[in-house]
């Protein structure tokens, strides 16, 4: 049994989800895997399922009925995560901007350092992102920026969907108060984590644009996120972080 775990979400990820699979388990460490698959049309989980038997006890598949959003795909896994008791709880992409090269380096931020949340930055020394046209580049970097200067966090990449949580963090939260479904559900979870007083750390790693499949980013993820900063902000000032506590 190992102690830790990476949620993979996928829609439409045919291209890449065999060989992050592969990769993954041939990587030094032990991480299981759990692909959160929303009925992608080209068959992602069909392909996975194909893998379950060669990795049987260390690859898992859950299956939504259709495509619900990436944060509630990582609510549904994180809850799946401590049913099964993981320790260690890392989010990850399947297109390979993530490199699992560094999953080792963020669980030992958490490990080591003693960190209760360690999160895959691309912007601790500058900028870290490979391949992206310079627009995507700016919008992400000063989007971190705003949302740094509204929230007043210190946190450097809080759009970061490359990060490690320790189950306590998980155990904590409660879900049904998590109201993003894209990149704010990225920024939330970071911010809440931090204000409950979660000990966070960023580990700077290199973002590379995907080289296969296609990009899953709209205007709807991007608007919930600019506004949603500031309900957020205003929500947690007003009824204070307990709100987000779960209460069994
Ligand atoms: N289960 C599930 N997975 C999703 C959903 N939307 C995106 N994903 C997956 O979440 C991960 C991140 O999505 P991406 O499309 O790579 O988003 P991005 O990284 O902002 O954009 P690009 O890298 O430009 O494609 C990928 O593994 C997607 O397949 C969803 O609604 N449900
Ligand atoms: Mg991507």
Same mark, same amino acid.
């Given at each position: 049994?190992?102690?830790?775990?990476?949620?993979?979400?996928?829609?439409?990820?045919?291209?890449?989800?065999?060989?992050?699979?592969?990769?993954?388990?041939?990587? &030094?460490?032990?991480?299981?895997?759990?692909?959160?698959?929303?009925?992608?049309?080209?068959?992602?989980?069909?392909?996975?399922?194909?893998?379950?038997?060669?990795?049987?006890?260390?690859?898992?598949?859950?299956?939504?009925?259709?495509?619900?959003?990436?944060?509630?795909?990582? *609510?549904?896994?994180?809850?799946?995560?401590?049913?099964?008791?993981?320790?260690?709880? *890392?989010?990850?992409?399947?297109?390979?901007?993530?490199?699992?090269?560094?999953?080792?380096?963020?669980?030992?931020?958490?490990?080591?350092?003693?960190?209760?949340?360690?999160?895959?930055?691309?912007?601790?020394?500058?900028?870290?992102?490979?391949?992206?046209?310079?627009?995507?580049?700016?919008?992400?970097?000063?989007?971190?920026?705003?949302?740094?200067?509204?929230?007043?966090?210190?946190?450097?990449?809080?759009?970061?969907?490359?990060?490690?949580?320790?189950?306590?963090?998980?155990?904590?939260?409660?879900?049904?108060?998590?109201?993003?479904?894209?990149?704010?559900?990225? *920024?939330?979870?970071?911010? *809440?984590?931090?204000?409950?007083?979660?000990?966070?750390?960023?580990? &700077?790693?290199?973002?590379?644009?995907?080289?296969?499949?296609?990009?899953?980013?709209?205007?709807?993820?991007?608007?919930?996120?600019?506004?949603?900063?500031?309900?957020?902000?205003?929500?947690?000032?007003?009824?204070?972080?307990?709100?987000?506590?779960?209460? &069994?």
């Amino acid at each position: 049994m190992s102690e830790r775990i990476i949620i993979i979400p996928t829609y439409n990820e045919k291209e890449n989800i065999e060989k992050i699979i592969r990769y993954v388990f041939a990587l &030094p460490d032990e991480f299981h895997i759990l692909v959160i698959d929303d009925n992608s049309p080209d068959g992602t989980a069909d392909i996975v399922k194909g893998l379950l038997s060669e990795f049987s006890g260390k690859l898992f598949l859950e299956q939504r009925k259709g495509k619900l959003g990436l944060g509630t795909a990582y *609510i549904h896994g994180f809850k799946w995560c401590i049913k099964n008791n993981y320790e260690f709880i *890392i989010e990850m992409d399947a297109d390979f901007s993530h490199n699992p090269d560094d999953l080792i380096r963020l669980y030992n931020a958490c490990k080591e350092q003693q960190a209760d949340v360690a999160v895959g930055s691309r912007y601790c020394n500058g900028v870290n992102v490979v391949n992206w046209p310079m627009s995507r580049v700016l919008t992400s970097y000063y989007g971190s920026m705003y949302v740094r200067m509204v929230l007043r966090t210190p946190i450097r990449d809080n759009t970061a969907g490359f990060v490690c949580y320790r189950k306590k963090v998980l155990e904590t939260i409660d879900f049904s108060k998590i109201k993003h479904i894209g990149y704010g559900f990225q *920024i939330e979870m970071k911010y *809440i984590s931090w204000k409950m007083g979660f000990k966070i750390v960023e580990v &700077p790693i290199v973002f590379t644009d995907r080289k296969e499949g296609t990009s899953k980013m709209s205007k709807g993820i991007f608007k919930e996120a600019i506004l949603g900063v500031i309900k957020l902000r205003w929500s947690i000032l007003l009824k204070g972080i307990d709100k987000y506590k779960y209460k &069994p």
